[in-house]
């Protein structure tokens, strides 16, 4: 059981950054692969990110394409989200979700273990 936590959120005005992380508990940290998700209010959540094991290869949703940067640090169990040129439609819960499963990275389904969420509000 791989426990999730994410943390690094908050509200911020548009144009800004937030950097998220992503802790597990997981010593096999390494071997999974790592997404961020987000769900705005009222909406289904979401693909943003993802990183394969070694963080070698990286995916992103076509909306954050430029403006957000995924990263992992395997010896601290911890995956990154850096968040630059915030707008106001990137406010959400994110999530960070953890896989071993081999298909498409944007695939909630194939995502086996999820953090708690937290919450990014953009200002305009």
């Known amino acids: 059981q791989v426990q999730l936590v994410e943390s690094g959120g908050g509200l911020v005005q548009a144009g800004g950054s937030l950097r998220l992380s992503c802790a597990a508990s997981e010593s096999t940290f390494s071997s999974y692969a790592m997404g961020w998700f987000r769900q705005a209010t009222g909406k289904e959540r979401e693909f943003v990110a993802a990183i394969n094991w070694s963080g070698a290869s990286t995916y992103y949703a076509d909306s954050v394409k430029g403006r957000f940067t995924i990263s992992r640090d395997n010896a601290k169990n911890t995956v990154y989200l850096q968040m630059n040129g915030l707008e106001p439609e990137d406010t959400a819960v994110y999530y960070c979700?953890?896989?071993?499963?081999?298909?498409?990275?944007?695939?909630?389904?194939?995502?086996?273990?999820w953090g708690q969420g937290t919450q990014v509000t953009v200002s305009s």
């Open positions: 979700a953890a896989r071993k499963r081999q298909g498409d990275y944007a695939r909630l389904t194939l995502y086996d273990y």
